[in-house]
């Protein structure tokens, strides 16, 4: 079992920036079953979304809609991962959820709400 904390989120006016961060915690054997870690978001009447995922690699893979403005990177030491977003606009506002990929159920953590100001 693996549990992911989030915070960081609030509120911004567009063109402003937030830091994301998820700090993940349990078994060492859980750790060590996560093989990628990302990010997803839920706008209000939307389905959730992929944003940014990050493999045990390194490799990066970014939602067409946040390329160039947001940006995800991972500590393995402190086993969290990031979410730098820049140039923040109002479409971007919504709940925003992280995500570990591992061996059995992918786990989730509670959401961070991100409300961006036009």
């Known amino acids: 079992q693996v549990q992911l904390v989030e915070s960081g989120g609030g509120l911004v006016q567009a063109g402003g920036s937030l830091r994301l961060s998820c700090a993940a915690s349990g078994s060492i054997f859980s750790i060590l079953s996560i093989n990628a870690m990302g990010w997803y978001r839920q706008a209000p009447g939307k389905q959730r979304e992929l944003v940014a995922v990050i493999s045990n690699s390194g490799s990066t893979n970014y939602a067409d809609s946040v390329k160039g403005r947001f940006s995800i990177s991972r500590d393995n030491v402190k086993n969290t991962v990031y979410l730098q977003m820049n140039m923040l606009k109002p479409e971007d506002t919504a709940v925003y959820y992280c995500?570990?990929?591992?061996?059995?159920?992918?786990?989730w953590g509670q959401g961070t709400q991100v409300t961006v100001s036009s």
């Open positions: 995500n570990a990929r591992k061996m059995g159920p992918d786990s």
